[in-house]
């Protein structure tokens, strides 16, 4: 089945204490991208990669790192968190192809992440 | 930049009401649109696009119409049941393949179908 899944679902930690949430793929997707959602402002893009060892900041990257060594993962780190990283984050994915209409972006469930 | 404004709700109805959800965007060029749904619980999932002008998406009884003329992409359903309660999400891409090209959401819509 094709499929993003991401680890854990739900987290809660405490300021400062370094964690990384999984993202995996089994699309042979290029394209991967980390979301997070909040009440009144939608979703916004935190990181993306555009193929293996590619990645590019999305529109809030401050307090985020990511990696992507593989081309089926892409794990997004927080290394020192702040209550203000809690929210659900969602990891994507998608072909990247130049034809207008195959950017379909396929999500992962979320993780609800809680920063005491 | 681009940015799409959506009614924010929540919106209540009756089953075997007719929904509609406005959303209107912002872009250069010619986005691709998509409407996404996201059920309690669950990741997004893409309800229907729409990627050139006049196109119009349909899935499971909703429609979705490109108007590049008042820059819109309305949803619509005839008839909505209880299991359509959810929250959706108009969103844009540029499409282009390259550069960034990540969905531009809107705040989402929590609709909410009473028996």
């Known amino acids: 089945e094709a499929q993003v899944t991401q680890n854990p679902r739900y987290l809660i930690t405490v300021t400062g204490k370094k964690l990384t949430v999984t993202c995996s793929q089994n699309?042979?997707?290029?394209?991967m991208s980390w979301y997070r959602q909040d009440p009144g402002l939608g979703l916004r893009q935190i990181y993306y990669s555009m193929n293996v060892e590619v990645t590019d900041k999305g529109d809030v990257p401050e307090g985020y790192k990511v990696s992507r060594k593989e081309k089926r993962n892409f794990p997004l780190i927080l290394e020192s968190p702040s209550p203000n990283q809690t929210s659900l984050y969602f990891c994507?994915?998608?072909?990247?192809?130049?034809?207008?209409?195959?950017?379909?972006?396929?999500f992962g469930p979320g993780t609800r992440l809680t920063v005491l | 930049g681009n940015s799409v404004t959506q009614m924010e709700g929540p919106v209540t109805l009756s089953e075997e009401a007719f929904l509609t959800i406005n959303c209107t965007y912002t872009?250069?060029?010619?986005?691709?649109l998509f409407w996404y749904v996201q059920y309690p619980g669950e990741g997004l999932q893409l309800l229907l696009k729409a990627t050139k002008a006049d196109d119009k998406g349909s899935n499971k009884g909703f429609e979705a119409t490109y108007r590049k003329e008042t820059t819109s992409f309305h949803l619509e359903k005839g008839s909505v049941q209880v299991s359509d309660s959810a929250v959706y999400f108009c969103a844009l891409s540029q499409g282009s393949g390259g550069g960034a090209d990540g969905l531009t959401f809107g705040k989402g819509t929590h609709l909410i179908i009473q028996p």
């Open positions: 699309m042979n997707h290029e394209y």
């Open positions: 872009a250069t060029g010619y986005p691709s």
């Open positions: 994507a994915s998608r072909y990247r192809l130049a034809s207008i209409g195959a950017n379909e972006q396929f």
